[in-house]
């Protein structure tokens, strides 16, 4: 399973487009539209080495294809397929190595973030403290 991630392309002035892709697949929309043109979802400018786990949407099955599959998908122009002019040839392995790494980056994102994110073993989460002392607004009145 490949994680993904979300983020936002603004193909002109008045176009901005959600997209949820394959991390790999962030450097060819950066080569497409331009670097400052593919955004987080909170507005700032995309980049790979600055991702963080609320950036990951989820995950989606490995394609058996991903060469063939992202140049169907974002196709080329008079100087190639898109996915050539960013990873090169299929047989140079560029891609097959932008995956793996960019797959361990994103899978160590995320399991750092769960790791944060789960209580201790044993342990329940703290309860709202406004909740324990009766002092929050469903306080009852005196």
Do not use: C, W
Request: hydrophobic share 40%.
């Amino acid at each position: 399973m490949n994680h993904v991630i979300s983020a936002k392309v603004r193909r002109d002035a008045h176009t901005t487009t959600p997209v949820t892709v394959r991390p790999h697949e962030i450097a060819i929309l950066q080569h497409i539209f331009g670097a400052e043109n593919i955004h987080t979802m909170e507005g700032k400018v995309l980049e790979v080495k600055s991702l963080t786990a609320a950036d990951v949407a989820g995950q989606t099955a490995d394609s058996e294809d991903e060469f063939a599959r992202l140049g169907a998908k974002y196709g080329g122009d008079e100087k190639g397929a898109y996915v050539e002019q960013v990873y090169g040839p299929r047989a140079s392995g560029g891609l097959d190595k932008a995956i793996e790494n960019l797959g361990t980056v994103v899978g160590k994102l995320v399991a750092d973030d769960l790791v944060v994110a789960k209580p201790a073993r044993g342990r329940k989460p703290a309860a709202d403290p406004a909740a324990q002392t009766g002092t929050g607004d469903d306080a009852p009145e005196a």
